[in-house]
T-cell receptor, first 110, second 113 residues
């Protein structure tokens, strides 16, 4: 079945540094979504990408969907302590329902 | 508007018991999905219901079942609980079936002893 892989599994940064997490699917996706889960919380939807090569920005967050619609990335510029949490990508494709990666846990040292 | 609500918040059961988890979607949302999240892992898809019909089932044993009611709320049932069923069970609602983002509830933390 469809698999979604995320790297790195953990990332620790100093406040103000940039952060990037990468997501790769074993199959072509119809869309990819990104979620953020704060410690002790539940996943919260951030964004959905549908088009090949699509790039979307939300303030300091930049999301990209690969040309082949099999990979995606999330880049955070100048991290803040409020960015702490686990970032999940989730891909939808074919007959598979939304499949989540294992997430990248981000910690920020103030 | 209220978000997705789930009950109970926490639950402790022993092996072999049965459990029922409940979910109310966001008003106007007709699709409900259930996910299991084991500590340190991403959510894993269990079921999706849309307009009271099952639209998808993940790779879970038949001990797991679910249903959606006319008011679009949903129940997840797990029979013959195993230690490995201990997890956070997340319910998510979406406006319609397919290509829509999920809005998750706070989850039910199930502990099986």
């Amino acid at each position: 079945g469809q698999q979604v892989m995320q790297i790195p599994q953990y990332q620790h940064v100093q406040e103000g540094e940039d952060f990037t997490t990468y997501c790769n699917s074993s199959t072509t996706l119809s869309n990819i979504q990104w979620y953020k889960q704060r410690p002790g919380g539940h996943p919260v939807f951030l964004i959905q990408l549908v088009k090949s090569g699509e790039v979307k920005k939300q303030k300091r967050l930049t999301f990209q969907f690969g040309e082949a619609k099999k990979n995606s990335s999330l880049h955070i510029t100048a991290t803040q302590t409020t960015d702490v949490g686990t970032y999940f990508c989730a891909g939808e494709g074919g007959s598979e329902k939304l499949v989540f990666g294992k997430g990248t846990k981000l910690t920020v040292n103030p | 508007d209220a978000g997705v609500t789930q009950s109970p918040t926490h639950l402790i059961k022993t092996r072999g018991q049965q459990v029922t988890l409940r979910c109310s979607p966001i008003s106007g949302h007709k699709s409900v999905s259930w996910y299991q999240q084991v500590l340190g892992q991403g959510p894993q898809f269990i079921f999706q219901y849309y307009e009271k019909e099952e639209r998808g089932r993940g790779n879970f044993p038949d001990r797991f079942s679910a249903r959606q009611f006319p008011n679009y709320s949903s129940e997840l049932n797990v029979n013959a609980l195993l230690l490995g069923d201990s997890a956070l069970y997340l319910c998510a609602s979406s406006l319609r079936d397919g290509l829509t983002p999920l809005f998750f509830g706070p989850g039910t933390r199930l502990t099986v002893l």
